[in-house]
């Protein structure tokens, strides 16, 4: 699927948080969201994501389950925290080993390690999806 079509598929920028500690997977997903128009913050530890995800309100958090200090499904529990900016946000856990369990219910999608271009683009879609319709319930509870 060429680029310029993904881009236009979008309407609206798209906040991501991507948080893996390996360089060429953050490097990878950066420059394909960023393609797509996405705002894209990175981090390589999971304390830091997990503080970046509860100060701003991200639309979709992409989660390495094995990180330094804290891995992703810790983290996934702390943006899902009421008080959390981040707690609607798509949660996906970007993995080589499926979460079971308890584990799994932390997450909205699970995608296996590489992640390929179609799927990035459906996750900001549908991320961006959500984002309007709490936008437009939000209006309706207002009017």
């Known amino acids: 699927m060429p680029l310029f079509l993904s ?10 948080l991507i948080a893996d500690d390996h360089h060429a997977h953050q490097a990878l997903m950066t ?3 960023r393609a797509f128009d996405c705002e894209v913050e990175v981090s390589g530890c999971g304390v830091d994501a997990a503080q970046r995800a509860r100060g701003r309100a991200f639309d979709l958090v992409v989660l ?3 990180m330094p200090r804290l891995g992703g499904d810790q983290v996934a529990e702390q943006v899902r925290e009421p008080d959390s900016a981040s707690r609607h946000a ?3 856990s970007h993995t080589t080993d499926t979460p079971r369990g308890p584990a799994a219910a932390l997450y909205d999608r699970v995608v296996a390690k590489p992640m390929s271009i179609p799927t ?4 900001a879609q549908t991320a961006l999806a959500i984002r309007n319709r709490r936008a437009a ?3 309706l509870r207002r009017a």
């Open 64 to 66: 390495d389950r094995h």
């Open 120 to 123: 990035m683009l459906e996750l």
């Open 90 to 92: 798509l949660i996906v």
């Open 137 to 139: 319930r939000n209006r």
């Open 7 to 16: 881009r236009r598929a979008l309407r609206g920028p798209v906040k991501v």
């Open 31 to 33: 420059a394909l969201f």
